[in-house]
């Protein structure tokens, strides 16, 4: 138990490269959001500090392998996991499949809506050449479907071997 | 101060102090060595996209590619048919020129008219022409091709067709003449189809290979001078009274199509 966290974490860095240098070359494949879908799910399962520290990590390395400036993807996941926390702490309070799809269906809409408000504010300083183009809004529709139906397998999947998502209100 | 809050202000100063920390340089080693040690994971995944996408495309050309050739050989399909339909106008037009010029420079009379099918019997070398006695065709006339090439002789004729006995047929019998120094003339018949052979040469008359056979006009239906075949050889036995030529058509009779008859 001593190197799960760690374990994880290495897991999860690996999911980040396999976004970055994978999925994302192609145009069906980058519909995909893998790190999405884990963040809501800790969001979801975990508490605060560790649901923190994988979308920091997330946007970090992120932010490592993109062209934009520093600290986008780092603001982005961080600001969508301050919003998805605060909408499982005060609406999602049970732990049903609804509120895991709604939360995934709003990650992916808010995680895009900052990143778009982020990086927009960066142009308009002269940071950044970034655009939303005609691809990028499908990619951000393609992101919040493929979230939503990865979540529900993920639920699926979680409900048959374990407890967590058996209702009960949550006692944070 | 709202827990929440509390958080969010936590958040933020984390991600100010990482951005600063990244802008200053104090991340640079923590960040190369990410980027190395990631680098052989994302090397061999970044590979495998390559190869996926190279794949991809290989996979859209050849399906481009069977779709173009497929789509060229049906146009080569119809380019054959187009270019086969051609020929056969090319061929007719030729023959039709060739009939033409022939009417024009003989003085006869013609009618034209184009062979319909064979006929019923099998072991009969005739055909079956589309012009009767409406056009003025009677038994007997001369039937020619091309450049006047005598090919047949009305054998029977009906109100709107007529049935033509071609030249191998062994029934066929015609009066004709060698074009040599003694105008020798002898009965040109038919041999089951094979062939066409010349008899009753007389023994001391020289006839010899390459000489053209015309018609005599010695029947009264067929003109004179009309070609008929071109000696191959001579048989000759010195007992008999007749000796014998074998001839070889100028034309071949199996794909004959449109002919004239000569109205004497």
């Not at chain 1, 939303?132 to 951000?140: D, E, R």
């Amino acid at each position: 138990m001593r190197y799960r966290w760690p374990a994880f974490f290495i897991f999860l860095t690996l999911i980040l490269a396999f976004q970055i240098s994978f999925l994302a070359n192609f145009k069906i494949s980058a519909n995909f959001n893998l790190v999405l879908v884990i963040l809501v799910l800790f969001v979801f399962l975990a508490d605060f500090k560790k649901s923190l520290a994988v979308s920091l990590w997330s946007g970090l390395i992120f932010d490592l392998y993109s062209p934009l400036p520093f600290g986008i993807f780092l603001f982005s996941f961080a600001a969508s996991f301050i919003i998805l926390e605060f909408l499982l702490q005060n609406f999602f309070t049970n732990r049903s499949f609804y509120s895991l799809i709604f939360l995934g269906l709003f990650g992916a809409a808010v995680y895009h809506l900052i990143f778009l408000i982020a990086s927009g504010l960066i142009y308009l300083i002269g940071g950044s050449e970034f655009l939303p183009t005609a691809s990028y809004w499908y990619l951000f529709l393609g992101q919040i479907v493929t979230t939503v139906f990865l979540l529900a397998i993920c639920y699926s999947l979680i409900d048959k071997i374990s407890k967590r998502f058996k209702p009960m209100f949550l006692g944070r | 101060m709202n827990i929440f809050l509390k958080r969010i202000i936590i958040v933020l100063v984390i991600i100010a102090l990482i951005v600063a920390t990244h802008y200053l340089g104090w991340l640079k080693p923590a960040e190369n060595l990410l980027v190395k040690s990631l680098s052989f994971f994302q090397e061999k995944t970044h590979a495998a996209s390559r190869s996926l996408k190279s794949f991809k495309e290989g996979w859209l050309i050849k399906r481009d590619l069977l779709k173009e050739n497929g789509d060229l050989k049906d146009q080569l399909k119809n380019y054959q048919l187009d270019q086969s339909k051609l020929k056969s106008l090319a061929e007719e037009n030729l023959l039709l020129k060739k009939e033409l010029k022939f009417t024009e420079s003989s003085g006869y009379k013609f009618i034209s008219a184009k062979i319909i099918t064979g006929v019923s019997d099998p072991l009969s070398q005739s055909v079956v022409i589309n012009r009767g006695k409406k056009d003025g065709v009677v038994a007997g006339l001369a039937v020619v091709a091309e450049q006047g090439i005598l090919v047949g002789k009305v054998f029977e004729a009906e109100d709107g067709y007529a049935k033509v006995t071609l030249l191998t047929d062994n029934k066929s019998k015609v009066a004709a003449t060698v074009q040599n120094l003694t105008q020798t003339i002898g009965l040109v018949e038919g041999q089951f189809g094979l062939g066409l052979q010349m008899t009753n040469i007389p023994q001391n008359e020289d006839v010899k290979e390459g000489d053209l056979i015309v018609t005599s006009g010695l029947e009264g239906q067929i003109p004179k001078n009309l070609l008929i075949a071109r000696v191959e050889n001579v048989r000759q036995v010195k007992s008999e009274i007749f000796k014998t030529a074998i001839l070889s058509l100028i034309i071949s009779l199996n794909n004959l199509s449109d002919v004239l008859v000569i109205i004497p």
